[in-house]
């Protein structure tokens, strides 16, 4: 019957409505023949109902449903078989003759099928001599859609009914090898039915077929299920046996359509000890399939299942990944895929290539972590299949860039480790055919992977290593030095962000230089600067800041290694200095203890025996300390002077930050008694301020923190400490806003009262400070809002102040202050921020009272 034409399909809903309709009227009628023990009518309702199902108008889909209706119903007659030969009213050999009877074919076979499984179950014949039977009767059909259900019904009903090993029917029924015969030869001409849908009908309706295939592939990998759940079946027989029949249906069938398929569902539903154990043959068959086919999607499916089985075991508590997966399935895999380059040369699309080697690299890492031989081996390919004669002039396409991204990208999960990522040998080359973001996307995967593992970065080799596979995130590209300033003044607002990201993560690489040698950790530092120099002023605000402390906390190091050599010196200087005064001075009193060197025996007084030890042990300890102490061949000066010029770098273009970091680097260089570098430190932080501030904000923010390193210093002497902080008050009283500069001229005055009583201590000058911040508060008070709460926190500066002991602030001043601060509150009007100016105030005159500074209410 032909294939369903236009007009047939536009009508599918209908075909299917009546033959359903058929369907359940012939099994009603049969299943009430049933009822009243007639045998002759229920089969006779049983095929008119059967009949339903040689129709060739409906599509599988609706095939199929009208397949699981009649099915439904042929199940009581199947059950009514059973209770008959139970009863004894007929054999299971009477009937299976008698359903024979029926005119139709596929009617016929439906019900002879559903016979023979109850004839097995009776076990009144050999079930392998029924099992012949019904595969052999079934080539009745060779409609391919028909044939295909039916056979499929012949696998469901027979399911249970196979001599498997363990099986009842086992024994005389037969044994594994017929049941396995069995599935392989219903398998084998349920494919060549589904083959043959592709042939059938004109050729302008050859995608619909192929639709039509798709959707009925099911029905033949079905038996390939019922052979993998037969228990009989070991890795033994399926060598010899299973899979070369299978594998022999699949070249000879020659459809590009049902090769890939069948291949794939071996590999789905078969152990991965069959594949393993067949891994060679399952490949070379690879090699032969249609050309149409892509053999890369099923080599890399079967990858995966080697590769999760090997994960799941490395999981579980045995740990055998080893042993699952032998070291000759990545020289098989690589084999094959070999194979194919060289036989299909040119055929195979160059993105489809990096998929292979994809999935190659893949499959290596998950069944040989660590081995980095495999995939350096998989980037050679990649390289040699770049590297084509003659040379390609075009750059890679978006398909081809995002699989080679990928194969870069594998390497770099975080288990990988430093090592590994640095031993990538031709990592660099595969990624110079990227375009620029894809490069830096590929370097963001690195700096991952190195952050990830947490290895420290102990030589400058390694350090050049790796900034020469980021160097995308450590430069601009071509296209950013024609239109990168432009195109990062339109960038959308996300782009910034992304960058900065970008760049803290660069930056955290800082923290992994690491070595005990400070020489070699200084050189370390050096080769970073150099590199990270070259990003421009976007990315030196990022990556020299962290470089800048950890130069600080290494230039700590050295000093503490200085002051330990210094210490040594001192130490054998004072010891040589005590050597005149402990040498004896008789000379004839040596003479025993020369001869006692010489060998002879002379006694000496107890004293001379506990002190000669000593003195000689004092020399021996200073000798090794002085050979385990090596001084360091660059000083901590060489280390500031260094963190000196990445500061001034950057001073130009990032002020503020630059500000803050000479002030931190006053404060390490006077922590390290280096009181002159600390002063220049100090010094060009105030360049910046008078050069490079003419924010406002900007200026109060370096002011306080200013103000901040001069009250942490401790090494300045008098008239240098002096100047910068008067330079510093200086500062303050300029700022442009007048209530600033009342706030901040009070809080220089902390600058000339120190708590360490051998410290600063100029009660003049802090008085002047204070005096200077109420004028300037003062002349805030023809404002429309007149600021009370600067009086209040000059108070609070006064208060404190009094409480150091500063011989010049007295308590007349802050009783005039607090009179002058009762008189603003009580003709202040009501206004928003009153409240909490009353409070403050209130908790200021608590402390007051508490100190018993001047008498209040």
């Not at 200077?772 to 007149?786: E, F, G, H, N, Y």
Request: glycine fraction near 6%; charge should be negative; charged fraction near 30%.
């Amino acid at each position: 019957m032909a294939a369903p034409g236009s007009s047939d399909l536009d009508n599918q809903e209908a075909y299917l409505k009546e033959a359903t309709r058929k369907v359940k009227e012939q099994g009603f009628f049969m299943k009430r023949c049933m009822d009243s023990s007639d045998l002759k009518g229920a089969l006779n309702h049983a095929s008119d109902m059967l009949r339903e199902l040689r129709t060739g108008v409906l599509t599988p889909r609706n095939y199929y449903e009208l397949h699981m209706k009649t099915l439904d119903e042929l199940h009581h007659l199947d059950d009514f078989f059973g209770q008959l030969c139970k009863d004894g009213t007929k054999t299971a050999s009477e009937l299976y003759e008698q359903v024979q009877a029926c005119g139709d074919v596929l009617p016929r076979l439906y019900l002879l099928i559903t016979v023979g499984a109850t004839y097995i179950e009776t076990r009144q014949a050999p079930a392998k001599d029924i099992l012949n039977d019904l595969v052999e009767m079934a080539k009745g059909v060779q409609h391919p859609m028909r044939g295909l259900f039916l056979r499929n019904y012949l696998s469901h009903a027979c399911r249970d009914k196979l001599p498997d090993t363990g099986s009842k029917f086992e024994g005389q029924g037969g044994d594994v090898s017929h049941a396995v015969d069995f599935v392989l030869r219903n398998f084998s001409e349920t494919n060549r039915l589904w083959v043959r849908m592709q042939n059938q009908g004109p050729s302008k309706e050859r995608k619909r077929r192929e639709k039509e295939r798709q959707d009925l592939r099911i029905l033949v990998g079905t038996n390939l299920v019922r052979l993998s759940q037969l228990e009989g079946v070991d890795v033994e027989r399926y060598v010899q046996a299973v899979l070369p029949k299978l594998l022999e249906q699949v070249v000879n069938c020659k459809d590009s359509i049902a090769q890939p398929y069948l291949l794939d569902c071996i590999i789905q539903v078969f152990p991965d000890e069959f594949h393993l154990a067949t891994l060679d043959s399952f490949l070379e068959t690879c090699t032969q399939l249609r050309d149409k086919v892509n053999v890369r999607v099923i080599l890399e499916a079967m990858m995966k299942r080697l590769a999760a089985g090997a994960r799941d075991a490395q999981s579980s508590s045995s740990g055998e990944a080893v042993a699952r997966t032998p070291p000759k399935a990545f020289a098989a895999f690589n084999s094959c895929v070999t194979k194919l380059l060289e036989e299909k040369k040119g055929a195979i699309e160059l993105a489809e290539l990096l998929r292979l080697q994809a999935a190659l690299l893949e499959f290596a890492l998950e069944c040989y972590p660590g081995r980095l031989d495999y995939v350096n081996h998989c980037f050679g390919t990649c390289a040699a299949v770049l590297r084509q004669d003659p040379p390609r002039t075009e750059p890679l396409d978006d398909t081809e860039a995002e699989q080679l991204e990928r194969v870069l990208a594998l390497p770099l999960a975080p288990s990988g480790g430093l090592g590994g990522v640095l031993e990538l040998t031709l990592f660099g080359e595969l990624v110079e055919y990227l375009p620029w973001r894809r490069r830096r996307d590929v370097s963001l995967g690195v700096v991952r992977a190195v952050l990830g593992a947490g290895e420290p970065l102990d030589s400058v080799e390694s350090v050049e290593k790796l900034f020469s596979m980021i160097g995308p995130l450590l430069r601009d590209g071509p296209d950013d030095a024609t239109g990168g300033q432009q195109q990062k003044s339109s960038a959308t607002s996300d782009a910034v962000p992304d960058e900065a990201t970008e760049q803290l993560l660069v930056a955290r690489l800082s923290h992994l230089f690491q070595h005990d040698d400070t020489d070699a950790l200084f050189r370390i530092f050096g080769a970073a600067r150099r590199h990270f120099g070259q990003g421009g002023i976007d990315r030196v605000r990022y990556t020299l800041v962290p470089l800048v402390f950890r130069a600080l906390a290494l230039a700590r190091a050295v000093r503490a290694v200085e002051t330990k050599i210094a210490e040594q010196q001192a130490e054998e200087q004072a010891e040589e200095n005590k050597k005149p005064a402990e040498e004896p001075p008789p000379p004839t009193e040596k003479e025993p203890a020369e001869k006692t060197t010489d060998g002879e025996e002379e006694e000496a007084p107890e004293e001379e025996e506990e002190e000669a030890p000593a003195a000689a042990e004092a020399p021996a300890a200073t000798t090794e300390e002085r050979t385990t102490i090596k001084p360091p061949q660059y000083s901590s000066r060489k280390v500031f002077q260094f963190v000196h010029e990445i500061v001034t770098a950057m001073a130009g273009s990032f002020p503020s930050l630059s500000l803050n970091l000479f002030l931190q680097c006053a404060q390490e260089a006077d922590k390290c008694g280096f009181k002159a570098i600390a002063y220049e430190f100090v010094s060009q932080a105030f360049i910046i301020y008078e050069d490079e501030l003419p924010d406002s904000k900007a200026q109060l923010r370096a002011l306080h923190s200013m103000v901040g390193s001069l009250l942490l210093s401790r090494g300045f002497d008098d008239s240098d400490y002096d100047a910068l902080a008067t330079k510093t008050t200086q500062y303050a009283a300029k700022l442009l806003k007048k209530p600033d500069q009342c706030r901040m001229v009070a809080t220089c005055s902390l600058l000339f009262w120190s708590d360490d009583p051998s410290r600063v201590r100029d009660g003049r000058r802090v008085l002047e400070c204070l005096q200077r911040s109420l004028k300037i508060a003062d002349a805030c008070m023809t404002s429309s809002s007149p600021p009370i709460h600067l009086f209040v926190e000059i108070l609070d500066h006064y208060v404190a102040h009094f409480e150091k002991k500063n011989p010049m602030i007295t308590p007349k001043y802050i009783q005039g202050l607090v009179a002058l601060i009762n008189e603003h509150i009580d003709n202040m009007d009501r206004v928003d921020g009153r409240a909490d100016l009353e409070a403050h105030y209130r908790n200021t005159l608590a402390r007051i009272k508490a100190k018993e500074i001047i008498p209040l209410p």
